[in-house]
């Protein structure tokens, strides 16, 4: 139902009017039914490789973390059967030559060479048989390793959100060796061998678990991202996974559903996303696409949900105005209505039009915005009885702007704003005769200009922000406008806050 509302409280209804909102959430729409997504998000080698530098630095710390068992036996020496104890390992550093994070067909891979540990301990041995002779001491341990793992980047079936998991992992050691403080020589020639042992053994349990669970935090920060936006009126925003990520040697893209839903209302969504083709080049870090899809499925939802009607009172027109909200001044334009009905008060029903008020066309030189409204306008009678008296068609073009600017903390949002250009006005239907409906452009001109835009433009000029994931913020956001679609390029901070601890 188109519910009326007075033009000062469609103020405060954020329609979200192009549609550039909420673009990373990841939950759909189950009756939206697109080939193409509507929105896409995208990771390039830069951004792969600023993730390399912010998670390899905290898998080390964690690697350093690794605890490694005591060393107990008894083993024939030259002094005899003897028991030792290799105890209190304690891993004092881990470097790293050389890291790389790569896209693979399914998602990435994590390679770490000329990986090097290095540990201390306290050695001691005791003869068994008399005199039992006992000695004592300490060792430092280097270890050089590495490990390669990929990880796959999948569409979870139950959530439709992306999910993290390890499809493979080898670790390798090339060399333990060992330096002895104390002890005679035929120690390293029997604990060498015990140590090397033991720990190739105690980091081969350990070392592809931790690289596993590094993917916890990251996939719990990914579930926190909102699935559904609810804004006015019941309207859902939803942006599922619609398949499996695209993956090339230069980017991972995610396809997105980038729908919006009206409450309560299973009729299917008119539009359908165009294809958005995409670069071989991408140097920036991460990229939005944002389709036309978007904005009109919006436009579509919400006039379904009878938010976009504005209620239009006389003293909404301005004083300047050569036409006001009263027969009286018709009377030159449309003499019938005010022979008919002498100096009445008038109201304009603006009624956004089916299936969408807003339809967009994004080339890379201008993002033009149509906008259709039907002004229905009314009598009012001395006992308050509407009698409808005829029925206008409007048009608006307008030129569409979006920029998206970092704030203090480094969080981008996304402003829009729509200047209207010039209106096209029809006559739809006529209770009191034929008449010339272009002396009526200006009052038109005047509803769209004073009622309808500053309800769009307050919403956009408050902005959005994206939605990240925890402690990952945008950095130099820039809007570029290409056919069919707008396209976010940015780079990334993080601050190390949640996303990976």
Known sequence: SNAMRHCATTRHCAWAALGVATIAQFHSIPHVAAVNPGLMLGISNSGLDYARQVAVPILLKDIKGVTLPDINGDVHTPVGSVDYSISSIQIQDVTLTTSALSFTTTGVSLSLSGAKMSATAHWHYR????????????????????????????????SRAPQLTMKAC?????????????????????????????????????????????????????????????????????????????VTSDYLVTPHSGSFTPANITAPCPFTPPPVPLNASLPRMIYVWVTAFEPETAGWAFQQAGTLDFLVTPEVIPASSPVQLNTSTFSDIIPALSSKYPNLNMTIEVVGRAPSPV?????????????????????????????????????????????????????????????????????????????????????????????????????????????????????????????????????VVYNPTALIA
């Not at 993917?215 to 804004?231: D, F, Q």
């Open 127 to 158: 003869e068994n048989s008399f005199p039992h002779i006992s000695d004592s001491g300490s060792v430092d341990i280097s270890i050089s390793f590495s490990i390669t793992s990929t990880i796959d980047c999948i569409v979870d079936p139950v």
């Open 170 to 246: 080898n670790f390798d050691i090339s060399s333990v060796d060992v330096d002895f403080h104390g002890g005679a020589s035929w120690l390293y020639n029997i604990f060498k061998g015990l140590i090397e042992s033991a720990v190739k053994d105690a980091l081969g349990k350990q070392l592809c678990p931790i690289v596993e669970n590094e993917l916890g935090p990251a996939n719990a920060a990914l579930k926190k991202l909102p699935m559904n936006v609810t804004l006015t009126h019941g309207v859902v925003a939803s942006y599922a996974l619609t398949g499996n990520p695209i």
């Open 359 to 491: 339809l967009v066309k994004v080339t890379p030189a201008a993002l033009n915005v149509s906008l259709f409204f039907d002004l229905h306008f009314n009598v009012l009678t001395a006992n308050g009885t509407s009698i409808p008296v005829f029925v206008l068609n409007s048009t608006g073009n307008a030129a569409g702007t979006v920029t998206c600017n970092s704030s203090k903390s480094g969080e981008a949002t996304l402003y829009f704003a729509i200047e209207l250009l010039d209106v096209d006005v029809a006559l739809q239907s006529t209770q009191i005769g034929p008449f010339d409906v272009n002396p009526l452009e200006a009052l038109v001109e005047i509803v769209i200009q004073g009622v309808v835009l500053p309800s769009i433009n307050q919403a956009g000029a408050k902005g959005v922000a994206i939605p990240m994931v925890d402690g990952v913020s945008l950095v130099n956001a820039q809007v570029v406008l290409a056919k069919d679609y707008i396209r976010v390029d940015s780079d």
